[in-house]
């Protein structure tokens, strides 16, 4: 803009005319999570396509009881996804805008309160303590003014701002000085007139909105994999589908008798409770996860923290617990008199303006009576803290105190050249260990009515020593890095802080190597390629931008990496888009909890670890449902397929094929997700992107339950065509056995990587299900309503013998083909 900034601030036709052609002053919401949107990616999974064309096929064939239960699978599932991802969303909820919504602004030569988004270019805005910046700009005023800039870099630390008043000069000049605000940022002391120079989306905030919403988000593992099956599954039914028609016609069934069979067979084959199932299994992970202190957002998100293999952690207040403490001194002599001085210093040298002197405080309290002190030795006069002079003196009646930099104070002290020498040795060795210094220094003064000091006076002061801070190491994050490294999880810390510091609590942590620390300007003249090779050796990056941790992440994304992201600033957002999971703390800007998968509730490293554990036990859970219900529609699709090929009657009715698949599996089905974790996951390396659910273990059990169930069902049927059976009660006997398997392989479905382990009692969940399932087969033989329905008969008790038996054969069947590939895998 041309226009030059005066005073009196813009005229009202002025601002109307830049309102225009900027817009308003607001950052546009990334792409959030509404109600509608959480409804309809409920229907987003192929195995619900699946499941609706199989509604579809069977409204047209006229089959409407099968439409009904198939069309209701789909219904309890969409309703199950929905109410959970809602409920994590309500607990997501948060002010969308950075913006305050009012601020102070001079216009038509007058000082007004204004709604925020009405901001313009060239408008007058007055800051204050604890003001939110409302746009970007330069100051033109200020007094003492520092800010919190923690929002965009990543880093809590006050950031002194000094005013450039040029009132004559252009606005686009301006903008190329030094002394800029920018929007979202918190006025923490001072006050301040800034001048705006950019509004909305062209702030340093909306830019890095749009970056966000310009990432495309991928596809989870989960949604890959189940992708995979649904398709295969497609395939398949498909397949036999068209494989009975053709053998049906050949063997002489009417083409009508034959489709309508064809048809029922594919159904049948359709898991109708497996989607349920899975969207039952991600809920209760995500309970679980809760209960850990983390909140997941989105459903899918929860499996796939268990393919995680790097974790991308921010240094301060995750691994650290994100506040300064005084963990020691170092006095100028060893006598009593020095120490309580120093600790009067604390006190009294001290304007409680940032963490340090928040610090300062908490300690010296602990060892001297504050509100005594300070009664005794009121302020009369200070020069306060500035980034140029890098120190505080407050003046009391007798004497001035003196804090700051250690460097800065011990030059004003009446020290030899040689102690000057070694203080300075102290300090760069305590420096290289991480530590934060104070010096402190005081002079008695005779005249104890002075009211004001000078700075020429600040010197020949007796020296009194240093305190040293740090941001101690959390409780319990070495231990959750010792698990990462047994789960074959390599852990990357990306940090804005200073190397030395961070190479300091690497150390504590037992990860610090120099060779594998970067810093952001080596990072900077990196090529991508480059990054590529060396980003998998690296374990720190440090003063990194937030344009370089998308590259870090987009790197390690190349190499084959799942990769976690933590985060909290508007900084880390494109990062965390980025990321296979992001993950905040619950404190993050609004920006960063809108873009990410994972909210932690306690700002705890360990809580990841615990989160990535429970998503390896979801994908173990998953598998073992999968096993569960394909193996049961396996063996309904070979037994109907083979009843067929040789001419025999149906082994089962419509109706009973739908009791199994929707009742009697359903409850084991679900309480399989109650199991107990395996203890050995966190053992295991972390599982490829590409890893499949149904692995060849998978197969080869769903095999050999599929094959050798009906090869023992086929015989009861020859039996009842040979005149040895009623048939009625042959089929009868089939469907009690299908319902008596189905109890015992879900035994074997309880762990696959232990066989001929039960442990019933761990799981009081599935010993409710098999009762209900029971009592379901029971009613289904014994009730006569149910009886009609289901065209079954009454089974004598002797019976009953058999059926066990074959159950338990199953069982040991599918035992021993586990212990196969458990010796298997030892053997590796």
């Not at 198939?70 to 996804?81: K, S």
Request: hydrophobic content about 45%; some cysteine.
């Amino acid at each position: 803009m041309d226009e030059k900034i005066t005073a009196s601030g813009l005229s009202s036709s002025q601002a109307a005319q830049r309102l225009e052609k900027f817009g308003f002053n607001e950052i546009k919401p990334t792409k959030g999570f509404s109600s509608l949107k959480i409804f309809f990616n409920q229907f987003k999974s192929p195995l619900i396509y699946v499941l609706v064309l199989a509604g579809i096929v069977t409204l047209l064939i006229e089959h409407f009881t099968d439409s009904m239960v198939i069309f209701a699978a789909v219904v309890i599932n969409t309703i199950l996804g929905f109410y959970q991802e809602q409920k994590s969303q309500k607990s997501m909820v948060a002010l969308r805008s950075l913006l305050t919504p009012v601020a102070k602004v001079i216009r038509d030569n007058r000082q007004q309160m204004m709604a925020a988004k009405e901001l313009v270019p060239g408008d007058l805005v007055v800051l204050t303590i604890g003001v939110r910046v409302p746009a970007d700009g330069i100051l033109i005023e200020s007094t003492d003014l520092t800010v919190d800039e923690a929002i965009l870099t990543g880093e809590s630390k006050p950031v002194d701002k000094k005013a450039k008043p040029n009132l004559s000069a252009t606005e686009s000049a301006l903008e190329k000085q030094p002394g800029l605000v920018f929007a979202g940022t918190t006025v923490l002391t001072g006050i301040g007139k800034m001048v705006i120079t950019k509004t909305g989306m062209s702030t340093r905030l909306g830019k890095m909105g749009k970056i966000v919403m310009s990432l495309v988000e991928e596809k989870t593992p989960l949604q890959i994999q189940i992708g995979k099956i649904a398709q295969n599954l497609a395939l398949v039914i498909a397949a036999i589908a068209i494989l009975l028609f053709l053998l049906g016609k050949l063997v002489g069934y009417e083409t009508l008798q034959i489709f309508t069979t064809s048809v029922a067979v594919a159904v049948a084959a359709v898991p109708e409770g497996l989607v349920v199932t899975l969207t039952v299994v991600l809920s209760l992970g995500m309970q679980r996860i809760l209960k850990r202190k983390a909140l997941v957002r989105q459903l899918l998100a929860t499996e796939t923290l268990g393919s995680v293999s790097v974790i991308c952690a921010d240094k301060t207040g995750t691994l650290t617990e994100g506040k300064m403490k005084v963990i020691g001194f170092k006095t100028a002599d060893e006598t009593t008199q020095t120490k309580n001085r120093l600790i009067e210093a604390a006190v009294l040298c001290n304007d409680l303006r940032d963490p340090l002197e928040l610090a300062m405080m908490a300690w010296a309290q602990r060892l001297m009576n504050k509100e005594k002190l300070l009664k005794a030795h009121p302020r009369l006069d200070e020069i306060p803290f500035n980034p140029q002079d890098k120190y505080i003196a407050t003046l009391h009646p007798g004497i001035i105190f003196l804090s700051g930099a250690p460097e800065i104070i011990l030059k004003k002290s009446k020290m030899t050249s040689s102690q000057i020498k070694s203080w300075q040795k102290k300090f760069e060795e305590y420096g290289q260990r991480g530590y934060r210094l104070v010096g402190f220094a005081y002079k008695n003064i005779r005249n104890q009515t002075k009211s004001k000091i000078q700075k020429a006076e600040l010197n020949h002061f007796q020296w009194l020593g240093i305190l040293l801070y740090e941001d101690p190491v959390r409780e319990g994050v070495k231990a959750a890095l010792k698990q990462c490294q047994l789960a074959g999880i390599k852990v990357k810390v990306i940090t804005g802080d200073y190397l030395s510091t961070s190479l300091s609590v690497l150390r504590k942590l037992g990860l610090d190597d120099h060779q594998q620390a970067l810093e952001g300007q080596a990072l900077q003249k990196m090529s991508f390629e480059d990054l590529k090779k060396k980003v998998g050796e690296i374990v720190l990056f440090a003063r990194t931008t937030p344009e370089q941790k998308l590259k870090i992440v987009q790197a390690l994304k190349e190499q084959g990496e799942v990769v976690a992201m933590m985060g909290d600033g508007v900084n880390d957002a494109p990062a965390l888009k980025q990321a296979d999971i992001g993950i905040v703390v619950k404190t993050a800007s609004d920006l960063s909890r809108e873009t990410a998968e994972m909210v932690l509730l306690d700002s705890d490293f360990a809580t990841i670890v615990h989160a990535v554990e429970e998503g390896r036990s979801i994908f173990e859970t998953i598998k073992k449902v999968t096993l569960y219900l394909l193996s049961h529609s396996f063996i309904e699709i070979i037994l109907i397929s083979g009843s067929l090929l040789f001419r025999l009657p149906l082994p089962l009715t419509a109706a009973q094929i739908l009791w199994i698949n929707l009742f009697q599996d359903s409850f084991p089905a679900m309480a399989l997700a109650f199991e107990p974790q395996e203890k050995d996951l966190m053992r295991q390396k972390p599982r490829s992107r590409q890893a499949p659910i149904i692995d060849l273990q998978i197969k080869t059990l769903l095999l050999l339950v599929a094959f050798l169930s009906p090869a023992f069902l086929t015989i009861l049927l020859v039996a009842s065509l040979k005149g040895l059976l009623p048939f009625h009660f042959s089929q009868t006997l089939v469907f009690a056995t299908l319902g008596v398997i189905s109890m015992f392989v879900v035994l074997a479905c309880r762990s696959l990587k232990r066989a001929f382990r039960y442990d019933l009692f761990k799981n009081p969940s599935l010993i409710g299900a098999l009762g209900i399932s029971l009592i379901l087969l029971l009613m289904a033989i014994y009730w006569p309503p149910l009886q009609v329905l289901l065209k079954t008969q009454s089974l004598p008790l002797k019976e009953w013998a058999w059926i066990v038996l074959f159950g338990f054969l199953n069982l040991l069947a599918v035992e021993l083909m586990k212990l196969f590939f458990i010796l298997k895998r030892r053997s590796l």
